[in-house]
């Protein structure tokens, strides 16, 4: 198939049609706006519906009745935005509920600003909302990424009736790559017996609800959710390797900064340093297991974790090598982008040697 | 072959479009390609520019720190991107309202008076396409019949004619450079 520029947060939003996603809810805010943009013009075309809600917490609401309904459903929001929509987060991911949820995240805390941010990596894998639950947290660092990524969040969201997170950030949204559609592997789908679509006199009524007010029924559900979870570690987790086999420094980043390292793993080879990346492509689950063995070879003198925050994700790179190897940070908070060359200086000084 | 292009002007001299029109043109030459904007508070008249990549091979990050190529449309992006610029590297000046020189003698400076171009060619929204017929002329990088394969795409019934204005705005940034 010809290969097609896309922007972005257009080819997230395309991705969603293609997908099935027939509704869309949201409020605007930079820098993913193209995201609602393109879907208030498109999702009629296909016989959908886009609401521009009246606030965030809104706009997750009516994502949670479409998702209880059994359509596939969508909003997307960057950093702010999505602080607000966690209690509806929640509460989708305790009533077993599919929906995809977009953040094309920012410089933060606050308001912040619009700049490229990997700063909500907490709130992604942890949960920005209340008890517990996890989402899947899906992290592409290519415009092939993210409209691949956006097709599958659908089938996942379904396969395990979660909600999924599509973690990306301002640089992704905005930038235009060549892309080729195509469609996700197969997943076969279970049927949606659980939505409250009509019981058409035929069928007892179906019941959406994440109150469960007896401390034992409230305690079978968490359970419930925690072997869903186990699941979901067990068979999700990706990441890919770069130059990794023979590394003695390795970076570990996602997304954006994946890029960033990749420039400088190339930059260090050039100059004779193995270096090598770790990128995690599920951020939860985090490819921990993966990880450490990759760390574990013999030849990795230090592990140099990379993020647009001030430092999130290596409290997992941290429990992923136990200690086995000296973990270092390079990052930057509230939009800044190291450039690559930070990077290769960080190599140098955990190698104890002079750059070149 | 990297080149890594600047961009730069007011918004509404077409500059994100200029770097639309390369990085699609490279994408149908089977190059890699990347447009990144600048996506700050801009409006209409502030400034606005956009990074390209085009390169045979994969490319790494699409931000673009030291241009191989800058098309500066205004003085204050002259002046804020020139001393990034690689060593012979190859400047653009839209010398219709830059009066300023390149003020490095390590880089090639192509002067194109695009708005007056465009303002004799009828339409000053074609200043940005004369622009680009430049930097295609200097660098021999891309196909001008590409270019019209997609403007013709872009431009049909009552709007065709603009296909031909645009090409002719082309010819004409090439022909400045080949004068120089």
């Known amino acids: 198939m010809a290969k097609e520029l896309w922007k972005g947060n257009e080819a997230v939003a395309e991705a969603a049609i293609r997908a099935g996603c027939r509704y869309f809810f949201g409020y605007p805010i930079t820098p993913q706006n193209e995201i609602p943009e393109y879907l208030s013009r498109h999702l009629p075309e296909h016989g959908g519906c886009f609401v521009q809600a009246e606030s965030e917490i809104a706009a997750i609401n009516m994502v949670y009745g479409a998702a209880g309904s059994g359509a596939r459903v969508m909003t997307s929001s960057s950093s702010p935005g999505i602080s607000l929509k966690q209690e509806g987060v929640t509460y989708i991911a305790c009533a077993e509920l599919p929906a995809v949820i977009v953040n094309m995240m920012r410089g933060g805390p606050g308001l912040g600003n619009i700049a490229p941010s990997q700063a909500d990596y907490y709130q992604a894998t942890r949960g920005g909302g209340n008890g517990d639950y996890r989402t899947v947290v899906l992290a592409p660092a290519t415009i092939q990424e993210a409209a691949d990524f956006t097709q599958e969040a659908f089938d996942i969201a379904d396969y395990y009736r979660t909600p999924v997170v599509v973690l990306a950030d301002g640089m992704i949204g905005q930038m235009m790559e060549a892309i080729e559609w195509r469609k996700p592997k197969e997943r076969a789908l279970p049927p949606k017996d659980w939505a409250t679509d009509g019981t058409r006199g035929k069928r007892p009524h179906n019941i959406i609800n994440s109150l469960y007010i007896d401390a034992k029924d409230c305690a079978v559900q968490n359970r419930k959710l925690q072997e869903k979870y186990d699941r979901i570690t067990e068979t999700e987790v990706r990441y890919e390797e770069f130059m990794a086999q023979d590394a003695e420094i390795l970076f570990v980043a996602y997304g954006t900064t994946a890029r960033i390292a990749r420039a400088a793993v190339l930059k260090l080879r050039k100059d004779g340093v193995k270096a090598g990346l770790f990128r995690p492509v599920t951020l939860w689950p985090f490819p921990e297991k993966a990880l450490r063995e990759c760390a574990a070879h013999e030849n990795v003198a230090a592990v140099i974790d990379v993020e647009l925050s001030m430092g999130q994700m290596i409290d997992d790179v941290k429990i992923a090598l136990a200690g086995a190897k000296p973990v270092r940070f390079v990052g930057m908070g509230g939009g800044a982008i190291p450039a690559p060359q930070e990077l290769v200086d960080e190599a140098y000084k955990a190698l104890g040697r002079c750059g070149k | 072959m990297t080149h890594e292009i600047v961009i730069s002007g007011f918004g509404g001299q077409g500059v994100m479009a200029m770097g639309k029109t390369l990085a699609e043109a490279g994408m149908k030459e089977g190059l890699c390609v990347s447009w990144l904007p600048s996506y700050g508070p801009e409006m209409r008249g502030g400034t606005a520019n956009c990074s390209v990549v ?93 270019i019209r394969g997609m403007l013709a795409h872009m431009f049909t019934g009552p709007k065709a004619a603009l296909v031909e204005l645009n090409i002719e705005a082309l010819r004409r940034g090439a022909a400045c450079v080949r004068e120089a």
């Open chain 2, 54 to 146: 085009l390169s045979g091979e994969e490319i790494i990050s699409p931000m673009v720190q030291s241009p191989t190529e800058l098309i500066a449309m205004n003085k204050p992006s002259l002046v804020k991107f020139e001393p990034q610029m690689v060593p012979g590297g190859k400047l653009f000046v839209n010398s219709s309202i830059i009066e300023l020189k390149a003020s490095r003698a390590d880089i090639s400076a192509y002067y194109i008076p695009c708005l007056s171009i465009a303002e004799e060619l009828g339409n000053i929204k074609v200043a940005n396409m004369v622009m680009l017929g430049a930097y295609i002329g200097a660098t021999g990088l891309l196909q001008t019949e590409t």
